[in-house]
């Protein structure tokens, strides 16, 4: 027995070593909470197939360094091609058109604007004289084609700019975002039976749907944003500059207390609906708890302890609803407190 025992160790220990050698980490694949750990779904073509290897590399193979924001980006847009990088061009010079023509539609209406105002004035406080009147009456009357045409033209360029780069975009991200899943879905395949069963059910699903919606978000909407948002303060300011340099000076000093004052109202903004959003989450256990008992609150006689708890717990909602709309949403409610169950 022990003869045969002996030569039967060494094919066990192949295939444990065989088997280690099939099994991929999870760690750099899973974590309870993402928020903790941004770092923990960076997965790249190059990166997908690099961290699925073995188990056995180094401990110091696995510490990754910290990246730039250069590097950042294009990790985001690891999963583009040729015909996404044409698409997201595309987008990004029709944004450009898009937050560089509204100050230009602006001047021109302004000049319009102004020369109009200047007839009027020349109407009242100059009747008497009809030379300066006939000669502000044809300059405003050889303008207004002019003008006119050049608002229509340039608004209805802007408004095509800004559907070619919201399609380009949109196009470019639903392009990567598919990848991405189809990557993720690929890696997932290969992982071990034991880690997939150990999953709640749905669990990797959902985890795929929100991963994939920020990536889609960061992709096609905020990127985006920002550059339409740079472009257009800085051509704004330059306009403004260009017509009249003292008055723009002086928005410009006044721009960081409205930062600061946005900042601040942000917070406590975000602060209240936290506050909101516990409450309400107290009330709807309540209201649910209370009509999942109706027998037993009816028959202790406890319906006006749970609607003074009621009215307790969403006094502050009311307070809040009061300041914005000056009346309460639950008045009515508080006639119910004389009602009696029978």
Known sequence: MTANNEPAKPESQEEAESQKSVVYPIEDLYVDDPKKNTKAYEVTPDKASEKAISIDSDAKDSKKQEKSGLSSYKDLYAFSDRTDVKLMAVG????????????????V?????SLSITREEERVFNSSTSTNASTVDDQFAASATPAFIAMLSLSVSMFIAAFIQRLAW??????QVFRVKRTYVRKMLHMDVSWLESRQSGQMATMLQEHTDAIYS??????????FIITYLIVNIAVCIYIQWDVTLVMC????????SRILFSKWFEKTMDEEMVLQNKISNLVNETFSCIRTVISFAAQKQTINKFFSQSSFLRLLYVMEYGESPISRLEDWQQYEFS
Do not use: K, Y
């Not at 949109?170 to 392009?175: F, K, M, N, Q, T």
């Not at 960061?218 to 550059?227: A, E, K, R, Y």
């Open 92 to 107: 990004l010079t029709c944004a450009l058109l898009q937050a560089g023509i509204p100050p230009f539609v602006w001047l």
């Open 109 to 113: 209406m302004g000049n319009f604007v």
């Open 170 to 175: 949109e196009v470019s991200g639903i392009r």
């Open 218 to 227: 960061g992709i096609s909407d905020n990127i985006p944003m920002v550059l």
């Open 253 to 260: 000093s006044v721009i960081p207390l409205l930062i600061i």
